[in-house]
Structures are given as C-alpha cells and as structure tokens.
C-alpha cells in the first residue's frame, strides 16, 4: 500500500509524470538518433554500393526458371516435354524508337506480320521495363546472327528458353490442356494466392486440362541469380547462384497406346470415349473428337486459327468426355433394372409382357417400343439383352420417380465424379425437385415445374429429362462392373518429386461400397452379357471373343419423333440423326477395362460405338489390332523407364 | 473595421489551435506534397485528392481542439464500449479479405472498428484513472490491463498484428504514465524475451521464414525480401544530397511498393537524401516536443495521460515505418504519419492532435 499511498500525493505524482515525460523523451530521441544512425550507415558509408546497385537494379537479380515438370501415360512415354530453343527479347524501356529497331531487326531474322502482332500483344500487357519476346523459336543460326549484331541494338537481348511441347497434338488435348503466356487474370490470381514471386520472370502458366489443375507440381520453384552488368544492360558475371527446383513429374493412368487407338477407331467421327480401370478408377484413355492441336494456344493463338476452330460447328474446343451431356438412352437400362431389383419392383427372373408400345392408363398416348412388333414377354436379364422398351417404361412408371432417383444417385449419375480436370458436367439425374428448379424461371408457369405422371415413363428407357456426359456413364459402368465398389476417376497416377526423385501415389480415394446386393450385381451383368450373345443387340460383336464381355447398346434420340411416324435418318440433317452409345466392360469376372462410347449422329448403338469398343477390348486384353488400323497408328518410342504397369497385357 | 474584424476572424479560427503545432505540421504537408508529387508520377488527382481530405483533416482537428477536454472526456466510456462491440461483430460478420476479417459493413460502408480503438482506449484509460485518481491501488492497474487485452486479442485474432500492436501499445504508454510500476515494466521486458525461443517453437515455417526475412532480407530476394532490398538501395543511393526532385531511378522505374502509401519515405529519402530526412526527421522531433510540453502543463490526470498516450503513438508511427522501410524493422502496414497518402489515417492521426491541443488550450488560460 505504499505505492497507492505515495500517488495520493499530487507533489510527488507530479515529480513522477515529469521524471516518466523525460523518460520517454530520451527514449524517443534515442531510437530517432538510431534512425540517423541508420540513414548515415545507409546514405554515407553504403552510398557507393547502393548506388550501383540502383544504376545496374534492372539486372541485379534475375530470376532463375525452373523447367516445368514432365507428363507421362502409364509406360512412361512423354505427353507434353520441353525442348530449348531460341527468343529474342526487346526491352521497351531500354530502346529509343522502338519501330526503328523492330524495322531494323527485319534485316537480320525475318519477322512476320504475325510475329509483329503478337508483339503488340505481349507489350499491351506487360510493363516497360520487362522483356517483351519479338521472336519465338530461333534456330542455331539465326540466334547466333542476332547475337553477331547485339552491338547494334541496345535493349534487345537473346535469350535460351525452354517451350513446351505436346507431341501428340490432337489425341492428348482434351487431356493435358495446354500451357499459355500468363495474362492480366492469371497475373491478378497469383497475387491473391501469394504466389507473384515464385512466378517473377515466368512467362506461362497451365491454363486448361491437367497443365492447369495440376499447376503447382509442375511448375516448381523458383531460383535466382545475382549478376553484374554493365550500363547496356548486359550481363558481365554471376555473382550468386541459387538453383531452381524443378516440377515434378506427373505419370498418368492413361495408357498412350490404348488412345491412339481409340482415336483411329473413331476416324473422322465426332463423339466421345472414356475408359476407366474399375480396380482403382484410373482413367486409361478419355477423348473427345473432333480435337485440337494443343501447340496453338502456348504463344498466343492467331485470331485466324482461333477462329476456325471456334467457330467450327463441330465444336473441338468442347471437351465432350467431360463436358458433353448426352441422354443415355438404352445404356441406362442396366442402372435402372439394379435400381428396380433393389427397390423390390421385380424379382430376378420375374417374367412380364414386352408388348410394342404402353400406355398410360386413361390415355391414348402410345410409348413406342424399337420394336414394333414387341418382344413378347421377358424377364429383366433378357429385357436388356433384347432392350425392350416398354419393359422399362413399365418398371418406371411402376417404380416413381421418388424411387428411381435415390437408387439411381448412387452411380453418381446427376453428380460430379471429382476426376482431376476442370469444367466437369453435372448432368440431370431428374427428380421432382430438380423440375421445380429448372423451371423455377419467369417463362415457365406451374404446370412447367409439376411433375408429371408421364414424365417418369421416357425415364425408364433412358430419355426424357436424362443427361449424362460419357464421363459419368463410363464411371457408372465402372462401379457396376466392381460390384458396387466406387472410386473417384482420376488421370494422375503417380507424381515424381524432382528434388529426390521419389514417387508419390495420388490415392484414389478410399472407395466407396454401394449398399446393394451382389445377387443383383450378378443378375446385371448376366443381362449384359447376354447383349453380347445371339438374341442380344450386340451379337454381332460378341462372335469370337476370347474373354467374356458384357455390354448395353444406346440410342439417344436427339429429335422427337411424332406420333405415328417412324425414324428415317435419311429423311433428317446429320446433326438430328441418333446418337450411337455403347457401354462395356471386360472380362466379366474380373473387370480390367469399363468403357462408355457415344459417337454423335451415328444412329444404332450397335453400328457404331459397339464395334470401336470391341476392338479396342481386344487391344488391350489381348493386344490384336484390327488390320485397317495397321500403319496409321502413331510410333511411340519405346519408354526409357521400361514397362512401369505390368498388370497390362499387351 | 475592415482590419479589425478581419483580425478577430482569424482570431477565432486560430485561438483554439496550437501555432508551434501547426506550423510543424505545416512543414510536414508541403515536404509531403512534393514527395507525393513524385512518388504519384505526377498525379495531380491524387494531389487534389490529397487536399481535400487534409481540408477535412483540419476541420475535424479544428472542431476538437475547441471542446473542452471534460466533454471529450464523457465520450470516452461510450466509444469504447461501442469499438468493443464493433471489434465482437468484426468476429461475427466481418468481411474477410486477403484472409484477415478486419472491417464491418454498416450499411452506409465499411469501417474498420480497429482504427477507433487506437484513440478509444487511451482516452478510456485516461478517463478511467482520472475517476479513481484519490484511491488508486494496483486493482487498478489489474482493470486496466484486462481494458487493454479484451480489444487487443480481438484485433490480433482477426488477424491483425500491426494494429494490435499500435492499440495495445497506445494503452500501455497511459498506464506508464499512470505510474505503472518500474518493477512490472522490467519484469515484463524480461519475460518477453525469455519467452521469445518458446515462441519460435510454436511458428509455422511460413512465420519463422518471416523472421528470418526480416533479419536477413537475402534470404528470399524475390520474395518478401525483395521490397525491404528496393527500399534500401533508393535510400543508400539518394546518398547526402539525394537525386534530385523527381529524379529518383528507383522510383520511377518502379522498383519501390506501395510508394504513394506505406513506402512513400523511400521515395522522398531517394531524391532527398541524408539532408531531407534530417530535416523530415527534425520537423517530428519538434511535434513530439510540443506534445510532451503540452502533457507536461495539462492540468488534469486525464489530460497527462491522454496526451502522453497520443504523443508516443504518434511517436511509435513515425518510428516503425522509417525502420521498415530503412530495413531495420519487420514490414508491417503502418503509415508515416501526414506523408503517407490516405483519408483515414490522417483523420485519426487529427482526431488525436485535436483532442491534444485541446487539452493544450486548458493551460494557457
């Protein structure tokens, strides 16, 4: 209490707050003499160095690129890689009249309109005190011509760059995406996540496809060099050195061999194919055709290509594995017999009629049937090797949509199947929620968003409100074939660490179990097989197997056809001419490859997507090639890591 | 006549100000319109911008200077209670950005409750003291301390390390001139840096790699190192005389951050040199002169302490943001008080020197 005491008395609490007030003023004039003290250190004995260090400041650190990681399909074959070559680079800062010299450059390396516009691309959005790349792609000779002449053009330098390179061009695109100059979005993005410095100096970033999502593995770590330079702006000595990090290798489950050949079974077509490893949900080929060539876009795309290919109706640019929503059409008929035999809508061998057309009670509306004249009766397994339509519009219109789409969801049909590329499609698995909602707009009124008793009964069979992109149907395809075992499809298997060259496994998430019985996974598959065989749709393509396969033909409508009237696809444009689907998997009792195949305006599943699937079964379980497809098929060289996945028979 | 009322017009308009005051900080405001001129590559909008809210800076500084401390004084418990209330809602529905929740939507726009705090809690604390002034006891001190902390881990949990430090420091200059025991100071000084490699310990890499950029900015050269080197070199190279106005390379090559806010000391230090910051760095020792003269005649304990709070803030601002950007100092978003661009922390800095010469006008009658 002495110290309370010794404050009530206002004399020496005065004397107190004057010793305190002197206190901090000494204190305070200390830490600004530090100041001074500092500025002087700064200003007056450091002066010489920090002045040259602000005279040479544009090149006193310059950043070090690492090479940007490799991509490898499943043997070890490079899908995109980095060669080096030769650009050469003005910096607008540096450079007086900045025409004159482009004008005098002109006489030593060619420079093309192109080249030019480019330039002034690059230079709208960079700043002047970067480098500003004028040329790409200088051989030997002409570098060492303009480096003969650097004398004459202060501020142009040439410099060593690694490009990337994707020498697969079409077949790989919709895979790998592409790489691309960083632009003012990329550059506004890096700063937000904190990245600007690892990416001081780069000049491309992964803009689509696996280059994008798998961004930070392959781009690495940034290293940085200390060096002297003369007034110019050239480089007189390294004083310091610190090495960059290379990115990281990314070894995908797609198998090169098995896409190159899938991509000359499709030819010409348009449509798409994915093919998913059912043990572990690795993605072993995924194309979309027509395609692109991934090179354009690396340097900037010229507005005439971009143009053709935006512009083209056949729509490369779309992924259509992962993007495209199609109706199922018959290919849903096994999901829907799984969620019927779940739902206890019918038994196993449970027979029932398979007239030529339904109706609804009460209406006079006929649900036709492919075949007109109907399949008599039958029971499930064979309701789907002859697809039988008023089967299932039965069954659904039995079931309700209430049923239907829970079971259904559980293939993870309507939902994202979380592969490692952006811009996934969703699809529609419908249900009454999901109407209200689509129609929720002001053009729609009530009876829109109502779900209707007759809405169900074109579910059954794979239309109506159903879409999927072949993605989810191969996934689908996928978790029936393991018994209801579900993983995540994925394209990236393995990532090798640059620094220390060890293997990391990108997990396919644990799987998930589906809660249904194996006795009804085996009656499916015995439906699907049975497609393969004489009475089935597929019959024709299940002659000479030597492995067992079950499969689901498809056709989507793309148009309706009125009632009454028949199918003509002379009679309709190509673009309103059916889908053909195929959905398959091999062998039966110990799945290695599920497949989904759409190939658009081809009309019958069996024509056109059934026979691509089959041969490229035969591809890749016993490794026999089709005769027409000898000699068109892309050399890959043989890969310097060896055969890395030896489950593959070839 | 004409003379005469013109005289006691000025009269009124200067009488509740502080000439020496006004005058310093007169100084400071050209040196700080030439300096923006440069580092804004010659922006007059930003020029104009400048004047405008320096326009109001004045008013606002002019409006408190004339109130009388005790009204000041009855406004202390309100806007404490109310920051403390907008620092919990900041917690509840906070915008977030750049990961940090530091500002509230009001409806009209968005405040940043941190900012009151800074003037907030030492006038709570100078009222405080002043209440109990006859029976002060170390319970006191305790009370005190807990007023210091609530606000304080509010703002450091947004998070917010800079001003978390500025508030919590603003409260601890009013309890040292309250007579916070030598003992404690001392003891506390110690056990800070005891704590220190305990503290290492619990760091993220990414916090410890901070620290470690900060001592050794070579460290990560093209990272957060990478601005404390440019600062650097356009200071070295302004050497004695500096570059000339307008005239600094680094400057206007671009090689300076945030040169019109934060960094705007760089800028000025480049093409000013040795000299200017001597006179720069003169014109705020005479501020804080003139501050702690007027603490040191206030004739009221709330008026001691207020003061005294508001001067070594003041002293703390010029301090840190010289030592960042002269690399002696971690980089932390801290203005240089009247040379940085920017409305807010100029009117809160004249919040505080209103209120300040305020209590000055009190002495002299």
């Not at chain 1, 310091?240 to 050949?261: S, W, Y």
């Not at chain 1, 499709?266 to 194309?287: E, H, K, S, T």
């Not at chain 1, 109706?327 to 206890?344: D, I, Q, R, V």
Request: net charge positive; charged share 20%.
């Amino acid at each position: 209490m002495k110290q309370a005491a010794r404050l009530k008395d206002p004399h020496t609490e005065e004397r107190q707050l004057y010793w305190r007030l002197l206190v901090a003023y000494l204190f305070m004039v200390l830490m600004l003499l530090l100041l001074v003290a500092r500025f002087v250190w700064l200003q007056v004995f450091q002066y010489e160095h920090f002045a040259t260090l602000a005279q040479n400041n544009s090149i006193s650190l310059v950043p070090v690129q690492p090479n940007r990681g490799l991509i490898v399909d499943r043997n070890g074959i490079e899908l995109a890689r980095n060669y080096a070559s030769y650009t050469l680079e003005l910096t607008p800062d540096k450079i007086d009249d900045l025409d004159a010299t482009i004008k005098a450059l002109g006489q030593v390396v060619p420079i093309t309109p192109r080249d030019l516009k480019r330039f002034q691309k690059f230079l709208s959005e960079s700043k002047d005190f970067e480098p500003v790349p004028l040329r790409l792609k200088m051989d030997d000779t002409e570098a060492a011509r303009v480096a003969a002449n650097l004398w004459r053009f202060p501020g142009v330098e040439v410099k060593a760059r690694l490009y990337r390179d994707y020498p697969y061009k079409e077949l790989t695109s919709h895979v790998l995406g592409y790489i691309g100059r960083i632009g003012p979005r990329e550059k506004e993005r890096l700063a937000a996540e904190e990245k600007t410095a690892n990416y001081r100096g780069a000049t491309h970033i992964g803009k689509l496809g696996l280059e994008a999502v798998y961004e930070n593995e392959l781009h690495g770590q940034n290293g940085f060099e200390e060096i002297e330079t003369d007034s110019a702006g050239r480089a007189v000595r390294s004083l310091r050195r610190t090495a960059p990090v290379h990115g990281n290798t990314l070894q995908l489950a797609l198998d090169i061999h098995l896409q190159d050949v899938a991509d000359k079974l499709f030819g010409a077509r348009r449509g798409a194919l994915v093919a998913i490893d059912p043990q572990n949900g690795g993605v072993l080929a995924l194309l979309s055709k027509p395609s692109f060539d991934p090179n354009l876009f690396i340097d900037g795309i010229d507005s005439q290509s971009w143009q053709s290919l935006n512009e083209d109706w056949q729509r490369p640019l779309i992924n259509r594995a992962i993007r495209g929503m199609y109706p199922p059409g018959s290919t849903f008929k096994p999901f829907m017999g799984m969620a019927a035999l779940e739902a206890g809508a019918i038994g196993p061998n449970e027979v029932r009629p398979a007239p030529g057309y339904f109706t609804l009670p009460g209406s006079s509306h006929q649900f036709r049937d492919s075949n007109p004249r109907g399949n008599g009766s039958a029971n499930l397994a064979r309701a789907i090797a002859v697809s039988s339509d008023t089967f299932f519009y039965k069954l659904a219109w039995d079931m309700g949509i209430d049923r239907i789409h829970p079971l259904l969801a559980q293939f993870g049909l309507g939902s994202k199947t979380g592969i490692d590329l952006d811009g996934e499609a969703v699809g529609v698995l419908p249900s009454k929620e999901w109407k209200a909602r689509r129609f929720a707009g002001k053009r729609y009124r009530d009876e829109h968003r109502r779900w209707l008793p007759a809405d169900v009964v074109s579910i059954g069979i794979g239309q109506g409100f159903n879409t999927y992109t072949p993605l989810q149907m191969a996934n689908a395809t996928a978790i029936l074939a393991n018994d209801g075992r579900a993983f995540h499809p994925h394209l990236v298997q393995k990532v090798t660490d640059a620094r220390n060259g060890k293997t990391r496994l990108i997990e396919a998430a644990p799987y998930r179990q589906l809660p249904f019985k194996q006795q009804h996974y085996d009656y499916i598959k015995q439906g699907m097989q049975a497609v393969m065989q004489p009475g089935g749709t597929g019959w024709r393509l299940g002659q000479g197997l030597q492995y067992s396969m079950a499969g689901k033909t498809g056709t989507a409508q793309v148009v309706q056809i009125k009632q009454g009237a028949k199918y003509n696809a002379g009679a309709l444009a190509e673009q309103h001419r059916d889908h053909s689907w195929f959905i398959a998997f091999a062998p039966v009792e110990q799945p290695k490859i599920a497949v989904a195949v759409i190939v658009e305006n081809a009309g019958f599943g069996a024509t056109a997507a059934a026979p691509i699937t089959r041969a490229l079964f035969d591809y890749y379980l016993t490794g026999k090639l089709p005769d027409d497809l000898r000699g068109q098929l892309e050399t890959f060289p043989p890969s310097a890591t060896g055969k890395q996945d030896a489950s593959v028979a070839r | 006549m004409q003379v005469s009322l013109a005289k006691r017009i000025a009269r009124t308009i200067m009488d509740p100000l502080d000439g020496w005051l006004l005058a310093l900080l007169a100084g400071v405001f050209v040196l700080s319109m030439i300096a923006l001129f440069s580092a804004s590559n010659q922006s007059w909008a930003k020029i104009d911008n400048k004047l405008v809210y320096t326009a109001l800076s004045l008013v606002i500084m002019w409006l408190l200077a004339r109130l009388s401390p005790q009204t000041v004084m009855h406004m202390a418990l309100p806007l404490y209670a109310t920051g403390v209330l907008l620092l919990v809602g900041v917690e509840l529905f906070g915008i977030t950005v750049n990961g940090s929740t530091r500002w509230l939507n009001v409806g009209i726009g968005r405040i940043q409750p941190s900012e009151i705090m800074k003037i907030a809690l030492p006038m709570m604390l100078a009222w405080y003291f002043q209440k109990y002034e006859t029976t002060l006891n170390w319970r006191h001190y305790v009370v005190a301390a807990v007023l210091i902390v609530i606000p304080g881990l509010l703002i450091l949990k947004q998070p917010d390390l800079g001003t978390a430090t500025l508030v919590m420091g603003a409260g601890f200059f009013a309890l040292f001139f309250a007579g916070l025991s030598w003992k404690i100071i001392i003891g506390g000084g110690v056990t800070f840096l005891a704590s220190l490699p305990v503290v290492w310990n619990l760091m993220h890499d990414y916090q410890r790699r901070r620290v470690l950029t900060l001592i050794d900015p070579m460290q990560d050269p093209l990272g957060d190192g990478y601005h404390i080197i440019q600062s650097m070199i356009a200071i070295g190279s302004g050497g004695v005389w500096g570059k000339g106005w307008l005239a600094g390379s680094q400057t206007h090559l671009d090689y300076i951050p945030e040169r019109t806010t934060d960094f705007i000391f760089a800028v000025y230090s480049e093409e000013f040199g040795l000299a200017g910051n001597l006179l720069l760095l003169a014109l705020y020792l005479g501020i804080i002169s003139r501050c702690l003269l007027i603490t040191a005649r206030a004739p009221t304990l709330y008026g001691r302490l207020l003061a005294g709070a508001i001067t070594l803030s003041f002293f703390v601002y010029v301090f840190v943001n010289m030592g960042m950007v002269a690399g002696i100092l971690p980089v932390v978003g801290v203005p240089l008080p009247f040379m940085s661009y920017g409305g807010t922390a100029t009117v809160s800095l004249a919040i505080g020197l209103g209120m300040l010469m305020g209590i000055g006008k009190l002495q002299r009658r």
